[in-house]
Nanobody
Framework: QVQLVESGGGLVQAGGSLRLSCAAS????????MGWFRQPPGKEREFVVA????????YYADSVNGRFTISRDNAKNLVYLQMNSLKPEDTAVYYC????????????????WGQGTQVTVSS
């Protein structure tokens, strides 16, 4: 399995930006789809975005499309989530995860997970 560590969360005002990072260990990082999920307080974990391992196929949840951007650097074993125009409803713990599928949206398709990083957006 791949070990994942997220960072970059914090407190930001509505309309602001944050960039999350996910550092992966393991020689086969470049072969995995990388996904970001989030869990708002008192709610279920939900899909945010995923990026394939090779040609960069991406899939965004409607709620973040146009505001968030996922990217990855396979040479550095890093995946990023640039979050712009943040809204209070983006407040959640954000997780990165790996999958052998092609940008799946279901959390069950992901097998390795990070510990999460808190993002809080104030109004």
């Amino acid at each position: 399995q791949v070990q994942l560590v997220e960072s970059g969360g914090g407190l930001v005002q509505a309309g602001g930006s944050l960039r999350l990072s996910c550092a992966a260990s393991g020689r086969t990082f470049s072969r995995y789809t990388m996904g970001w999920f989030r869990q708002p307080p008192g709610k279920e974990r939900e899909f945010v975005v995923a990026i394939s391992w090779n040609i960069g196929i991406t899939y965004y949840a409607d709620s973040v499309n146009g505001r968030f951007t996922i990217s990855r650097d396979n040479a550095k074993n890093l995946v990023y989530l640039q979050m712009n125009s943040l809204k209070p409803e983006d407040t959640a713990v954000y997780y990165c995860a790996t999958s052998t599928g092609i940008v799946p949206r279901a959390s069950i398709e992901y097998d390795s997970w990070g510990q999460g990083t808190q993002v809080t957006v104030s109004s």
